[in-house]
């Protein structure tokens, strides 16, 4: 939960949105709204843009209609929408930056004034 804190809020507003998106069933098309969210604090935040491309367009991939028909009534939704949410979830989590911050924070709590009780 602390490291959850330490990451900017569009972080923490898409790693909600996925969990609302997989869980507790696979997403259906239009739970996929739910990624403007975090794409909406990206293009609106005060974010360099060479750090935020990629997630910019895996989003922008992720709302985007797939569908051509593999076999019978299953589309190629079904197998790379779930990828893209991992592959996302995947980006934020080993994000440097938000690791960096964490391991700041953490370090400097166990600094202290070396008296133990």
């Not at 490291?3 to 949105?17: D, N, R, S």
Request: proline share 5%; with cysteine.
């Amino acid at each position: 939960v602390i490291w959850l804190k330490q990451m900017e809020v569009w972080k923490q507003w898409a790693l909600l949105c996925f969990g609302l998106m997989i869980l507790p069933f696979p997403s259906y098309d239009y739970k996929l709204l739910y990624a403007l969210i975090p794409l909406t604090f990206l293009m609106v935040g005060d974010f360099p843009k060479e750090k935020v491309k990629k997630y910019i367009w895996l989003l922008c991939l992720l709302i985007t209609p797939k569908v051509f028909v593999l076999f019978s009534d299953v589309r190629v939704s079904v197998l790379i929408n779930p990828l893209l949410i991992l592959l996302l979830v995947g980006l934020i989590l080993t994000d440097k930056s938000s690791l960096v911050a964490f391991v700041h924070q953490v370090g400097s709590k166990g600094k202290g004034t070396g008296k133990r009780r």
